[in-house]
């Protein structure tokens, strides 16, 4: 349930690919957040009014919101419909695979073992097509995926169905070759090359903030008030987990250092999850309905 861009392909139509851009917080994020996690739950479409009270519940102003919604319409997420009588939007065609991709990084955020296969990313992209190989590294490091050296970069061998999602919308799909092995074997251990390859210090820093807002020291998991304060409360929430399971691809105890905090703030969107997300969604329905 990531945003979305899209990628042109010269044998195909236009691929709708997640937009590694995305910065928590900002009103075009929020945006997509409110897209991505409730408009499939009220059928696909939505008045514009509608999206520009729900963005006024999380703090976005009426032409905050229109403009960012116009941005988002830009990227491929949404297109122009009509609602009920009423000027609105709907989910663009091909972006639905696109948040059912998100929502299983998300919803089901899937740690990698000590003994679970791997995925090298081998690729050779000429200079004339500098722009997608540009891409396509912005790509493999919004997935998750750790760079090795040039041309070559490392993720869990689960993720290797999104890498070629992402070579096929870049058109690279032949520029690249995809290997599973087992773990690598660098010269030192494991945990020192993983440290080499992956931001380790932003990936524990994005948990660590996560936790700093939405944990026991940012308030417990109860709604703040009625359906609202529920929306407000897990919207936000949502908007600032998402990016997490994005970049951080659940590297093994052994890639990772002793005082990790990705198993605490998982268990910490879960429980907002299960406190927030029913009343949350409830309320939506609630304002699409009026």
């Known amino acids: 349930m990531t945003a979305a861009r899209i990628a042109t392909r010269p044998d195909a139509r236009p691929a709708v690919l997640d937009d590694v851009d995305a910065r928590p917080g900002s009103t075009t994020s929020l945006v997509r957040t409110v897209v991505g996690a409730y408009l499939r739950q009220v059928g696909g479409s939505i008045a514009a009014a509608d999206l520009v009270a729900l963005l006024g519940e999380v703090g976005v102003g009426g032409s905050s919101a229109r403009s960012a919604v116009s941005r988002v319409k830009s990227r491929g997420l949404l297109d122009a419909a009509v609602v009920g009588g009423r000027p609105g939007y709907r989910l663009a065609a091909g972006a639905a695979r696109m948040l059912e991709r998100g929502d299983r990084r998300i919803f089901t955020y899937r740690p990698q073992g000590d003994d679970d296969p791997w995925c090298l990313v081998s690729y050779t992209v000429p200079e004339a097509r500098r722009d997608a190989r540009h891409q396509l590294r912005r790509h493999l490091a919004g997935l998750g995926c750790g760079h090795v050296a040039t041309g070559l970069w490392i993720c869990p061998a689960h993720l290797a169905g999104e890498v070629e999602e992402v070579l096929d919308g870049l058109g690279l799909r032949d520029a690249a070759t995809l290997f599973v092995t087992s773990t690598p074997r660098p010269a030192g251990t494991f945990a020192d090359a ?10 524990a820093a994005l948990h660590r903030g996560f936790l700093a807002r939405h944990g026991d020291g940012g308030g417990d998991a109860a709604p703040r008030g009625p359906g609202s304060g529920a929306f407000a409360r897990w919207t936000r929430a949502l908007d600032d987990w998402r990016v997490i399971p994005a970049v951080d691809p659940g590297l093994p105890p052994s890639a990772l250092p002793r005082d990790w905090p990705g198993p605490v703030s998982v268990a910490t969107f879960d429980r ?5 997300e029913e009343p949350a969604t409830a309320y939506v329905r609630s304002v699409v309905g009026r």
Not at 197 to 203: F, T
Not at 272 to 276: E, V
């Open 194 to 203: 993983a440290a080499r390859w992956w931001d380790l210090d932003r990936l």
């Open 272 to 276: 907002l999850r299960a406190a927030l």
